[in-house]
């Protein structure tokens, strides 16, 4: 998944830190971000501090030796910078990507997890002031009411439903958007358990009844700010689909052998299909 770079190490502790010419920066322009694709060695390269003209940098994280940097929306771009230009992390996720280029992906998506809750609370919501970069941890302090906005996370589910042989699994493809096959999935309402979720979800999605919610594995997501938490269970009763046709074109039972997998590995639902067809007992 993308967050396994090991034997790369991330560390996301806060800290005030200080620049250096070799360190990394990140700069976003409406969601999108500034880099370069070296189709020959097949990686993402990234602008240096050496590079860049600006005034305030953010220090977001570090990965093995490697700090990274948030440059302001608002300063110079650095034109010299030959063959870059502006990439969403979608087209970024598209990309023919070496192996060892997975580790700047990765960090790409943990930028703009972090970009993007920059960009959302600029002002106090409950008195409107302009909020500062807190000192001590990585929060957003109001100086006039003394109010703390913490980095934003959803909790979602991604849910591998079996039927009550367990030889087949539902798959779906959305409306809109991803193009490729997927999973039944959805958010966390107010009140409501990751297992309650799960319930909730498949019946409005699909229509079914599910009993034996057991928890796989967990993936932070950038591109919606989420916390993935991925499940596996089975069909309760009557396995006839009920699609709700307004979210999803495609939702069927589908045979080890007939699961297409997406074009890469980045994803927990890539990786629960995958475990599914390699005949693995779940």
């Known amino acids: 998944m993308i967050q396994d770079i090991a034997p790369s190490v991330f560390n996301n502790h806060f800290t005030v830190a200080e620049t250096a010419a070799e360190d990394t920066i990140f700069y976003f322009s409406e969601g999108k971000l500034f880099c370069l694709y070296d189709e020959k060695t097949q990686?993402?390269?990234?602008?240096?501090?050496?590079?860049?003209?600006?005034?305030?940098?953010?220090?977001?994280?570090?990965?093995?030796?490697?700090?990274?940097?948030?440059?302001?929306?608002?300063?110079?771009?650095?034109?010299?910078?030959?063959?870059?230009?502006?990439?969403?992390?979608?087209?970024?996720?598209?990309?023919?990507?070496?192996?060892?280029?997975?580790?700047?992906?990765?960090?790409?998506?943990?930028?703009?997890?972090?970009?993007?809750?920059?960009?959302?609370?600029?002002?106090?919501?409950?008195?409107?002031?302009?909020?500062?970069?807190?000192?001590?941890?990585?929060?957003?302090?109001?100086?006039?009411?003394?109010?703390?906005?913490?980095?934003r996370i959803n909790p979602a589910v991604i849910i591998g439903i079996l039927n009550q042989k367990k030889d087949k699994i539902l798959i779906t493809k959305y409306r809109t958007g991803y193009a490729h096959s997927a999973l039944v999935a959805g958010f966390t309402e107010f009140g409501e358990t990751l297992e309650q979720t799960v319930e909730r979800e498949v019946m409005e999605e699909v229509g079914l009844k599910v009993k034996n919610i057991r928890y796989y594995k967990s993936q932070p997501w950038a591109l919606a700010q989420d916390l993935l938490a991925g499940f596996f269970c089975e069909v309760d009763g009557d396995d006839k689909i009920k699609m709700d046709e307004g979210e999803l074109k495609f939702a069927e039972w589908i045979s080890r052998e007939e699961v297409e997998l997406q074009p890469n590995d980045y994803s927990l639902t890539n990786e629960m299909m995958k475990l599914f067809k390699s005949g693995v007992d779940l």
């Open 43 to 151: 990686s993402i390269v990234f602008p240096k501090v050496s590079n860049c003209i600006y005034e305030k940098t953010l220090y977001l994280f570090s990965i093995d030796n490697q700090k990274y940097f948030l440059m302001p929306e608002k300063a110079e771009v650095p034109s010299e910078l030959a063959g870059f230009s502006f990439y969403t992390l979608r087209q970024l996720r598209d990309l023919p990507l070496a192996t060892e280029a997975k580790t700047s992906l990765f960090a790409a998506f943990s930028a703009y997890h972090l970009w993007k809750w920059y960009d959302d609370n600029k002002f106090c919501g409950h008195c409107g002031k302009p909020l500062v970069h807190d000192k001590v941890e990585r929060a957003l302090s109001c100086p006039g009411c003394g109010s703390k906005i913490y980095p």
